[in-house]
């Protein structure tokens, strides 16, 4: 039917742009409330100062940016079985907006690093080392699909190219601890723990990121869908002026 | 005609070709040569920090220029519109995917062989049981490089900057393989730590395992169809 395809992208991207108006209250007072525990509600740590502030923000940005590329996995899985495209452009939103969390996670966990653990980069952490990886595949992911045109092989590669990159993160986490614990580590966690006022803004930090995360990705994919029902529209129109 | 016969046949065809025009051959040895000797210039030869930091330099000029061979394993394929011929015939996609990755495989064992001696010259290190050693990783990362990098290069052969964006896709995925393989020849070479290579071992022996069973399953959506 003419239009069959754009005319469901469009009610779907309809679907999901309604759902982030509706996130939008909450998400604005969660954001007050965790600036509010981060920066003042929480207390400044006695050893490290302010400056672990940043963790909250950290953390938070980490968990979703992990969160974010289960969902290009279970996306690509789905896509595979299905064939709707709508998965597709689901797993291509979420890795674009893990992308940027991870981002996040790699800037602010230097500016942290430098005058606690007096390194910027600290290769003995596993976390820190596997997150970089992290970061690396994604980044692969996104230029994957950027080389191909909208279509059906584009949605085939990258979902065979999220799978694979999801089943490899294990390994890669298995393989940096076996090389740094091999060698002595130099750096370890400062046995640091974390006050009650602490962990609360750590949680509300974290769901406020979810939902950001969430809210983002939504977005970007009416914006994906938007894109292949144009694309289809203006095929149309071609071949009815030919 | 049975599964284990046709890779075979699978894989003897592209060696055929192969050795017939030497072309990815040679391209590759010359390449990974060549990576051998710059490293020699940029650090001080001789020197302990380069005798430490020589089994890195090993891997580096074997991955790298192993890039050019699954390019081309895909490409030409795809240039005579053999692809299409295969995936019309009545093969499994598993058994087509397990027949490119055993001819890439042997391929680069050959051209690892031959970097392991050229290493041996310019590194100065002595001749001894512990090369031996070497030779099994490289047989072991060789499996897991492969039978990624095989996919990867069936998807990226259509694609214009496919020479860019095989390592780009390639080289995040066996971060842990790199590890393992610059490790491990650091214990056997310079440390003489066994329980630590085979440690090692074990984690290129699960890798190749998972990636095998993934790429044997995933093939079927990357070509055809």
């Known amino acids: ?242 | 005609m049975n599964n284990l016969k046709l890779i075979w046949w699978l894989a003897l065809k592209d060696l055929k070709i192969e050795y017939r025009s030497r072309q990815a051959f040679l391209t590759t040895l010359f390449f990974a040569v060549l990576i051998l000797i710059i490293f020699n210039f940029a650090f001080d030869p001789g020197s302990n920090a380069t005798r430490e930091a020589s089994p890195g330099i090993l891997w580096v000029a074997l991955l790298f220029p192993g890039i050019i061979q699954l390019n081309r394993s895909f490409q030409s394929e795809v240039e005579e519109g053999t692809l299409q011929g295969i995936v019309l015939s009545p093969v499994d996609r598993g058994v087509f995917f397990l027949g490119k990755f055993m001819a890439n495989w042997l391929f680069l064992v050959a051209i690892d062989m031959l970097i392991l001696a050229a290493f041996v010259v310019f590194f100065n290190f002595t001749l001894s049981g512990g090369l031996l050693w070497v030779l099994l990783l490289m047989v072991l990362v060789g499996i897991g490089f492969t039978a990624v990098g095989t996919v990867f290069a069936a998807m990226v052969s259509n694609i214009r900057i496919r020479e860019v964006l095989l390592p780009i896709l390639l080289f995040p995925i066996i971060v842990p393989i790199i590890l393992a393989a610059v490790n491990g020849t650091r214990e056997v070479l310079i440390h003489n730590d066994f329980s630590t290579l085979f440690r090692w071992m074990q984690l290129l022996i699960a890798f190749d395992v998972i990636f095998l069973a993934a790429g044997f399953l995933v093939f079927d959506y990357v070509v055809g169809e």
């Open chain 1, 1 to 242: 039917m003419w239009l069959a395809n754009s005319n469901r992208a469009l009610g779907s991207a309809r679907t999901s742009v309604r759902f982030v108006a509706w996130l939008l209250v909450p998400l604005y007072l969660l954001g007050v409330l965790a600036l509010y525990t981060a920066f003042i509600y929480a207390p400044t740590e006695r050893v490290m100062g302010e400056v672990q502030r940043i963790f909250y923000f950290h953390v938070g940005a980490a968990w979703t940016a992990f969160l974010a590329f289960f969902f290009v996995f279970l996306g690509g899985v789905i896509y595979l079985m299905r064939r709707n495209v709508f998965w597709d452009y689901l797993a291509a939103a979420s890795a674009e907006v893990g992308v940027i969390f991870t981002t996040i996670v790699l800037v602010t966990g230097p500016i942290w690093a430098r005058p606690v653990w007096n390194t910027w980069w600290p290769w003995g952490d596993p976390r820190v080392t596997t997150t970089l990886v992290l970061w690396l595949i994604y980044v692969a992911y996104l230029i994957l699909r950027n080389s191909l045109g909208e279509g059906e092989k584009r949605a085939r590669f990258s979902a065979v190219f999220g799978i694979i990159g999801f089943i490899d993160v294990p390994i890669v986490w298995l393989s940096i601890r076996w090389w740094r614990t091999i060698h002595p580590v130099v750096i370890t966690k400062t046995g640091a723990s974390l006050e009650p006022e602490m962990v609360q803004a750590l949680i509300v930090s974290v769901a406020t990121f979810t939902v950001f995360y969430i809210a983002l990705m939504c977005l970007r994919l009416a914006m994906h869908l938007h894109n292949s029902a144009a694309e289809e529209m203006a095929q149309a129109v071609r071949e009815r002026s030919e």
